[in-house]
């Protein structure tokens, strides 16, 4: 249910400084969530402005809806609340019939709603479902099917690849050998699996112990590492001049291909250092704006551990 969550964005100060939204812009919040950036945004755009949220999920959409329409008419922007994934940006802009964007963000990993509500199978709560869809009503996999399903080899790749998972070899082990005595379908259970495979010494470090396998398998549900590679490439596209992109990411996957993303976009020339004055003719298209990740407080922090591992990067169109 709507109710069952409670919001709570992330950096939402040092966000609204480097999207530096006016009156009057385009604005995309491609994981529009609880849209709690999106309605601090709302207020900047003003009544001649357009925002533009993307969401898988219906009740983020119908509980983000709400509150930007709840803003006051006198600085409410034209609002267009999408069901897509941003990796469908593209076609989403299209249909929303803009020229073009002067300020995008996304939010990366898992939202309130998601994390708050035990149907959703993302928590680590008794008797949670292995789900994992951003998209519940969607015909994917689901997390209960690759641990039930999948090769002992596949599930050992996807920990080690996208949870970065230094026991994956025995927890994959582990996740077959108790699939043999019955099948593995609530988030606890998986749990017991994980903590029994990693030593105790190690357990007591770093977090949750099934943080990572977690992780794993809502990239491998989800495909979200391709789907941010393609969403990026359209957000820098659909960019005005002097727009501005920002991206939270929660992880170093993520991170590791923004990052990439703007410097390729940064540095596009490809003339040796021996040529003293470019002649390739590869001008930038991108500015880093700060350089570098902007880390959350340790007041936010403390009041929003969610914020513990996020990371800001923020660019510029040239």
């Not at 002992?152 to 994959?172: C, M, N, P, T, W």
């Not at 949750?208 to 989800?222: D, E, S, Y």
């Amino acid at each position: 249910m709507i109710e069952q969550f409670e919001h709570r964005s992330v950096m939402l100060h040092e966000v609204l400084d480097c999207l530096a939204p006016k009156p009057g812009e385009i604005f995309v919040d491609c994981t529009l969530g609880g849209a709690g950036h999106s309605v601090e945004v709302a207020k900047h755009l003003g009544t001649g402005g357009v925002l533009i949220g993307i969401d898988q999920d219906a009740t983020a959409r119908k509980f983000a809806t709400q509150r930007l329409m709840d803003l006051d008419d006198a600085i409410r922007p034209e609002i267009n609340v999408m069901a897509a994934n941003f990796s469908e940006l593209d076609s989403v802009l299209t249909e929303v019939c803009v020229p073009g964007i002067d300020a995008i963000l996304f939010d990366l990993g898992v939202s309130s709603v998601q994390l708050d509500v035990l149907e959703r199978g993302f928590s680590y709560h008794e008797g949670a479902p292995l789900d994992m869809r951003m998209n519940p009503d969607s015909d994917g996999i689901t997390a209960e099917d690759i641990v039930n399903e999948w090769e002992q080899a596949q599930i050992e790749r996807i920990l080690r690849v996208y949870g970065e998972e230094k026991f994956s070899r025995q927890i994959a082990a582990n996740i077959v050998d108790a699939r043999a005595e019955a099948r593995i379908s609530t988030s606890d259970e998986l749990v017991e699996i994980v903590k029994a495979s990693i030593p105790a010494a190690k357990r007591r470090t770093g977090g949750h112990p099934a943080k990572r396998t977690f992780q794993a398998l809502r990239i491998a549900v989800n495909d979200e590492l391709s789907c941010l590679e393609t969403a990026l490439e359209s957000a820098i596209r659909w960019l005005n001049p002097g727009g501005r992109i920002c991206v939270i990411s929660y992880h170093s996957l993520e991170d590791k291909r923004v990052k990439n993303a703007f410097r390729e976009l940064e540095n596009r020339c490809t003339c040796g250092p021996d040529v003293p004055v470019c002649v390739c003719g590869k001008k930038p298209i991108l500015k880093s704006v700060p350089r570098g990740a902007v880390l959350p407080t340790k007041e936010e922090i403390e009041t929003n551990p969610r914020a513990r591992s996020a990371k800001l990067r923020c660019a510029h169109k040239l």
